[in-house]
């Protein structure tokens, strides 16, 4: 599958983004999927993840309450709506599809997610 995130741009503090992962190929609804980010200098960190059904979620705690992860696996697209953004917020953001093994459905981890796309950036001014 290849994965295409759109929708960064630069927003004051407070302000929301809704970004967007367009995946290609069939599988899309069988996988969960993911958000991480990258800030300048930093490690790549998750955000969110979704299972593939949409039913169950996970968070970063940074972003508890104020990011909300959904998908449309109609259209096999995975979103990131970011509201009350602060400027710690700023990254490129990517998306990833979860291939952990084992009865987890999510990993807190990068080495367990694939098909990495080209991010989006997203930066917050203060």
């Known amino acids: 599958v290849q994965l295409q995130a759109s929708g960064g741009g630069l927003v004051q503090a407070g302000g929301s983004l809704r970004l967007s992962c367009a995946a290609s190929?069939?599988?899309?609804?069988?996988?969960?999927m993911g958000w991480f980010r990258q800030a300048p200098g930093k490690e790549r960190e998750f955000v969110a993840a979704?299972?593939?059904?949409?039913?169950?979620?996970k968070y970063a705690d940074s972003v508890k309450g104020r990011f909300t992860i959904s998908r449309d696996n109609a259209k096999n697209t995975v979103y990131l709506q970011m509201s009350s953004l602060k400027p710690e917020d700023t990254a490129v953001y990517h998306c990833?599809?979860?291939?952990?093994?084992?009865?987890?459905?999510?990993?807190?981890?990068?080495?367990?997610?694939?098909?990495w796309g080209q991010g989006t950036l997203v930066t917050v001014s203060s």
């Open positions: 990833a599809r979860f291939v952990g093994v084992g009865s987890r459905w999510y990993s807190l981890g990068v080495n367990e997610y694939d098909s």
């Open positions: 190929g069939r599988t899309f609804s069988n996988y969960a």
């Open positions: 979704i299972r593939w059904s949409g039913d169950y979620t």
